[in-house]
């Protein structure tokens, strides 16, 4: 894979700058010091905070969140953030909802779930679901999942869980998510050595989270692809970027939406790489790609569809 053609000096120089802080055997550490150098690097990227938006933290039961709003929202926004369900946390991604609280105008409830390995799953899906029930009973208007990464994964789980249990569900976004495809096919070899992540690094965190003795592809709160039905969830908007192991995960995540007749779009965003959100201010590529993402957000808290 040729990605000195296909990636541009700006995203280069982001990769390097990534690379600095958060060095490619970072896995080898232990989890605490990966979490510490994961946490150093996203303060490191970390922009301040729109003078529009004000936010407040508080527990969810058990489960910390950080409630960001900007005047009076129609609309509530629950995020999920990234980092292989290992890392990362309210602080990691404090930049990103409190953006996306600016530019849509809508609340952002970001959830601070339990990570692996102290906490094998369901444990991280059951505190997106519990914020995501306490979300539809707390606040008045719809609800819009979004997430990246790690996120992704957790919202669609809540999403296909969520029919039939919760109110007002209307859409979600999903950015550069796994969602439990073929890891022997596609971009996952492909992109097995892309920059960012790697498909080696895609099996590690997977076995962390996972329980032992579980199987692969039966269970949907773990894997949304594993799913038999796909019927009857939200609107869904999938962002990717296109150098990436986890790429087309959210390809057929989009057909098999299509296929039961729902309503999916999928972005895929040309030579960017896994976890450019962080990059927004400084690449123009992951700038605009943030700016489709908050105007897919913003899209369907008002029940459009601007993709026919």
């Given at each position: 894979?040729?990605?000195?053609?296909?990636?541009?000096?700006?995203?280069w120089?982001?990769?390097r700058?990534?690379?600095e802080?958060?060095?490619?055997?970072?896995v080898?550490?232990s989890?605490?010091?990966?979490?510490?150098?994961?946490?150093?690097?996203?303060?490191?990227?970390?922009a301040a905070?729109?003078?529009?938006?004000s936010?407040?933290?508080r527990?969810?039961?058990?489960?910390?969140?950080?409630i960001?709003?900007?005047?009076?929202?129609g609309?509530?926004?629950?995020?999920?953030?990234?980092?292989?369900?290992?890392?990362?946390?309210?602080?990691?991604?404090?930049d990103?909802?409190?953006?996306?609280?600016?530019?849509t105008?809508?609340?952002v409830?970001a959830?601070?779930?339990?990570?692996?390995?102290?906490?094998?799953?369901?444990?991280?899906?059951?505190?997106?679901?519990a914020v995501s029930q306490?979300?539809?009973?707390?606040?008045?208007?719809?609800?819009?999942?979004?997430?990246?990464?790690?996120?992704?994964?957790?919202?669609?789980?809540?999403?296909h869980?969520?029919?039939?249990?919760?109110?007002?569900?209307?859409?979600?976004?999903?950015?550069?998510?796994?969602?439990?495809?073929?890891?022997?096919e596609?971009?996952?070899?492909?992109?097995?050595?892309?920059?960012m992540?790697?498909?080696?690094?895609?099996l590690?965190?997977?076995?962390?989270?996972?329980?032992?003795?579980?199987?692969?592809?039966?269970?949907?709160?773990l894997?949304?692809?594993?799913?038999?039905?796909?019927?009857?969830?939200?609107?869904?908007?999938?962002?990717?970027?296109?150098?990436?192991?986890?790429?087309?995960?959210?390809?057929?995540?989009?057909?098999?939406?299509?296929?039961?007749?729902?309503?999916?779009h999928?972005?895929n965003?040309p030579?960017?790489?896994?976890?450019y959100?962080?990059?927004?201010?400084?690449?123009?590529?992951?700038?605009?790609?943030?700016e489709?993402?908050?105007?897919?957000?913003?899209?369907?808290?008002?029940?459009?569809?601007?993709?026919?």
């Amino acid at each position: 894979m040729n990605y000195e053609r296909l990636i541009d000096e700006e995203t280069w120089a982001f990769i390097r700058k990534t690379g600095e802080c958060y060095p490619d055997d970072a896995v080898d550490l232990s989890i605490a010091e990966q979490r510490k150098v994961y946490d150093a690097m996203a303060a490191e990227f970390r922009a301040a905070r729109p003078d529009s938006v004000s936010c407040k933290d508080r527990l969810v039961g058990a489960v910390p969140v950080r409630i960001y709003t900007a005047g009076e929202p129609g609309c509530t926004v629950m995020y999920c953030h990234g980092g292989g369900f290992v890392v990362g946390g309210l602080d990691s991604h404090d930049d990103v909802c409190a953006e996306l609280c600016a530019q849509t105008g809508y609340r952002v409830v970001a959830v601070d779930y339990r990570l692996s390995p102290e906490h094998l799953h369901p444990a991280a899906f059951e505190d997106a679901w519990a914020v995501s029930q306490w979300i539809s009973a707390s606040f008045d208007g719809d609800l819009v999942l979004a997430g990246d990464s790690a996120g992704a994964n957790l919202c669609a789980a809540v999403a296909h869980h969520a029919r039939g249990r919760l109110k007002g569900l209307v859409g979600q976004v999903l950015i550069y998510g796994a969602f439990g495809g073929d890891i022997n096919e596609g971009s996952y070899l492909e992109h097995a050595q892309a920059p960012m992540l790697t498909r080696d690094d895609i099996l590690f965190y997977g076995q962390l989270r996972r329980p032992e003795g579980s199987e692969v592809g039966t269970d949907p709160t773990l894997e949304p692809l594993a799913d038999n039905d796909f019927s009857d969830l939200p609107a869904t908007v999938l962002v990717t970027a296109d150098c990436d192991p986890v790429r087309d995960d959210s390809r057929h995540y989009r057909d098999k939406i299509l296929a039961a007749g729902g309503k999916a779009h999928w972005i895929n965003e040309p030579g960017l790489v896994h976890g450019y959100l962080r990059a927004r201010h400084s690449v123009g590529r992951a700038r605009d790609s943030f700016e489709r993402i908050s105007v897919a957000v913003e899209a369907l808290g008002q029940g459009l569809w601007p993709y026919e």
